[in-house]
């Protein structure tokens, strides 16, 4: 062989070896460079101690795993990061079957996906294309006293290539097990294609697992079958926030005895000191012929024991499935004593069988102490309808069991009308509800502005006993206002002889920004309930976070300044054209207008637009629209327009 024949042999190997090295391993002790071809070849390398100390991997372009990329707990790395390489968008792929594609079992591993420095972009992809029971990541520790400890995951897609299993499971860092963690965080993560998005499994007797545990800012809105985020035997300091969890739908037929189970985030048997915020979950539903399904949008189960449990901040819609049980059908479910439900949105809550649904429901054992419900806004929940069984209907808030219930300043309006007539209220308490003092219920906002079937303020199928204090509330209805053992009350002076209490309790409709929006437009309609609550010790802000008068607060989640005039920003002469319109409104003026609402004729919330002198509607269908100019102090000014 010629000289020149034997430089190009060994030059084309060069070549092909830089070519399909995509994974480039540097570290601060041990070997200092090495290139691989598959992450799986960098962790052997990495668990065997060729690279040691601090190790940076870097992602040149796609890998090709052939089995799971396993990185084990061992002395002599002190950190990982897994980052791809500037401008690069890699794709980590392989087909494993019944398992993980990656495991993470060591301390201080970082999983980065964006391909900038402190970035926050989600620039590499791992995915696991079996289809037979794949898992993304398992991660976690079987050892108790030597629990998996600051691990991070950010920036990254996930992809499951089955939706029959679990994307991310933290457990024991093998199997969807229980297991040992502290100081986690996922964040700013897409996770895509599972049965259950992100399986936090914790060992249920350590009330110190999860100490650290952050579940961030992660979107969670395609092909997740069942759960987003389900947390179980969780004990330490944890935080579910800002995550989006949309498009949870289960389309598999069952038998009518079967159960499945469509939630945004669920807080299962001994999750303890966890905080569910600020997230956005929509579009949760079962289409599933025959299935027995429960849906919710946030649940904390009765195997909880609540300590510390806080549900705030969060934004629920569109609720869809047929349920059959009491609680099966809600925006938020809590059955679990010592909690904190405040400051949530819940509006459109469906049940799409003749059974229950509810915006908040609440089943706190009569065995515990139970918690505070306040400063929420739940709007828009309905049945099918039922008139021979009040609970089988669209209820704003539900108490089906329990005691010692603090239900101070939330804001409920029904206003979407049931298939069928039936019986509904704004506040429903079933007679499982026995103890004597088991609620009190002052300075809510209790409408129901349906048209059709029966309609109540306030049911309850228990006596007026039940009730520590009742009074303060704001109830209205286009129907009666109560409903107690057999006793109708149909006004103000009703309610008082009837469920006892009352005398400082209103009968006002209140004027909101929208049916959805429960916001209280400063306006001469809504001056009677302008500082007419009383001081709560344990509400001192609203639902913006607002500060409430100390003295004399408002009634409702939202603490808002009445202003008999017409503020100067609404005084001027505003116009909207033209109307009809085609595809684009017109203002005349926007000065001081904070917010454009957009809603349909029934109060339904469509748009809410940043001000703009002109606006682009082509989206909508024809018909006639509501259009609310809402300025910074809450005033509003609405047109009626017409879409051709």
Known sequence: MSKMRRIFILLSCFLANVAYSQVNVTATSGTASTSYTTLKSAFDAINSGVHQGMINI?????????????????????????????????????????????????????????????????????????ATSPVVVYLGSSTGTAPLDNVIFKNTIFINGANTSSAIVLGNGSAVSSGYFKNITLENNDIRTADIGVYIYGNQTDKTVGTGLFVKDNTLTAGIRNIGIYFQ??????????????????????????????????????????????????????????????TRGIYVSSGVT?????????????????????????GIGVAAANTRTFSNKITSVQNTSVAPASGI?????????????????????????????????????????????????????????????????????DDFVTTVGALDLRNNILVNSQTTGTRYSVYSVSANNIFSNIDYNNYYSSGNLGYIVGSVASSLSGMQTSFGGNINS??????????????????????????????????????????????????????????????????????????????????????GIKNIIVSDMSGRQIKNLNPAYEINLSDLTAGSYVISLITADKTAKTFKVIKK
């Not at 949309?246 to 037929?253: D, F």
């Open 58 to 130: 870097s992602i040149t372009g796609n890998t090709a795993e052939t089995a799971t990329a396993q990185l084990n707990a061992v002395p002599t790395y002190t950190s990982v990061l897994i980052k791809p390489a500037p401008s690069v968008t890699p794709v980590i792929s392989g087909a494993v079957e019944s398992g993980a594609l990656i495991k993470i079992l060591g301390n201080n591993v970082t999983i980065d996906g964006s391909n900038t420095i402190e970035g926050a972009s989600r620039d590499l992809t791992i995915n696991n294309t079996s």
């Open 233 to 294: 035997g969780v004990g330490g300091a944890a935080v579910i926030s800002g995550n989006t969890i949309s498009n949870i739908t289960n389309s598999i037929p069952g038998t009518s005895n079967s159960t499945t189970y469509q939630m945004g985030i669920w807080l299962s048997t001994d999750t303890n000191n966890t905080a569910v915020k600020n997230n956005t979950i929509s579009n949760i539903s079962n289409t599933g012929a025959g299935i027995n399904t429960i």
């Open 306 to 330: 609540a300590t510390n449990i806080e549900i705030s901040g969060n934004i629920v819609s569109d609720i869809v499935s047929p349920g059959l049980y009491w609680d099966s059908i809600c």
């Open 361 to 429: 429901c609440l089943a706190y054992p009569v065995s515990d102490a139970a918690g505070y419900v306040y400063n929420n806004f739940v709007s828009n929940v309905i049945s099918v309808g039922s008139t021979s069984n009040a609970r089988a209907n669209g209820h704003g808030i539900y108490v089906i069991i329990g005691k010692d219930y603090k239900i101070y300043n939330n804001t409920v309006n029904l206003n979407i009308n049931q298939t069928n007539a039936g019986i509904t209220s704004a506040f429903y308490v």
């Open 506 to 591: 209103k009968n006002i409709a209140p004027n909101f920004v929208s049916a959805t929006d429960l916001h209280l437009i400063n306006s001469s309609v809504n001056s009677g309930l302008d500082n007419s609550g009383t001081p709560i010790p344990s509400v001192v802000t609203d639902i913006d976070n607002e500060i409430r008068n100390t003295a004399s607060p408002d009634i409702g989640a939202d603490e808002f300044s009445s202003i008999l005039a017409v503020s100067e920003s609404v005084k001027n002469n505003f116009s909207v054209y033209p109307n009809p319109f085609t595809d684009l409104l017109n203002f005349s003026d926007i000065k």
